[in-house]
């Protein structure tokens, strides 16, 4: 099957300090990443779409400032978390697309903590 | 801060016996159904998915069943195994003006007991 990666699996901040999340799609290329978070006991909520070579596409709500992605090749995509607060403490997880189906793979997620 | 909310729903079911997982979605048009296992601190496991113009589709030890009638979808699983212990997710594929995006269900907790 497709693998996601994700990296890092987890990881701790101060509060202020900016955290940078990269999702690689290991076997295929994906002209679509998506980025999701997640809090505990909660279902996944879509933040953007990441198209490659193109801007991201943010859901309601979701601070394009706040949440900057790149999608810089069909393999990558980043999410840095800009001026983290403790708030932004989640479990963020990102999909991945094959160009020619509708199935979405996902990595293995990134445990956020900002002290 | 994180959220606290309410406990997921939790489905308990013993060793060997047969699960059945429901799902109810919202979206009249959505063309694609996808369910994803979800095991605690991992990211969501692709299961088995359908196609709007299907109403059964089985793959190994799993069957998902589409009533587009009543927007219900559910996922039963043979003989379950401890291993099948999970957050399971019920996804549906929405076609919007930024292309498709999945959205989720609230998620069912399966416990099997031994």
């Known amino acids: 099957g497709a693998v996601v990666s994700q990296h890092p699996s987890r990881v701790i901040c101060k509060s202020g300090t900016s955290v940078k999340i990269e999702c690689r799609s290991l076997?295929?290329?994906?002209?679509?990443m998506f980025w999701y978070r997640q809090f505990p006991k909660k279902s996944l909520m879509l933040m953007a779409t990441?198209?490659?070579?193109?801007?991201?596409?943010?859901e309601q709500g979701v601070e394009k400032d706040k949440f900057l992605i790149n999608h810089a090749s069909l393999t990558l995509s980043t999410l840095t978390v800009t001026s983290a607060h403790p708030e932004d403490s989640s479990f963020y997880i990102c999909s991945a697309r094959w160009r020619v189906s509708d199935t979405q793979y996902f990595g293995p997620g990134t445990r956020l903590t900002v002290l | 801060g994180e959220s606290v909310g309410l406990h997921l729903p939790t489905l308990s079911v013993q060793e060997g016996d047969n699960s059945i997982i429901n799902c109810a979605y919202s979206n009249s048009a959505s063309d694609y159904f996808i369910w994803y296992k979800q095991e605690s601190g991992k990211g969501p496991q692709f299961i088995i998915d359908i196609r709007s113009n299907m109403d059964k589709r089985q793959g190994q030890r799993v069957t998902v069943l589409l009533n587009k009638t009543v927007k219900h979808l559910s996922l039963q699983i043979a003989a379950t195994q401890p291993g099948d212990s999970a957050v399971y997710f019920c996804?549906?594929?929405?076609?919007?003006?930024?292309?498709?995006?999945?959205?989720f269900g609230t998620g069912t907790q399966l416990k099997v007991e031994l």
């Open positions: 076997d295929f290329q994906a002209t679509t």
């Open positions: 996804a549906e594929n929405v076609f919007t003006g930024g292309g498709n995006k999945l959205t």
């Open positions: 990441s198209n490659e070579g193109s801007k991201a596409t943010y």
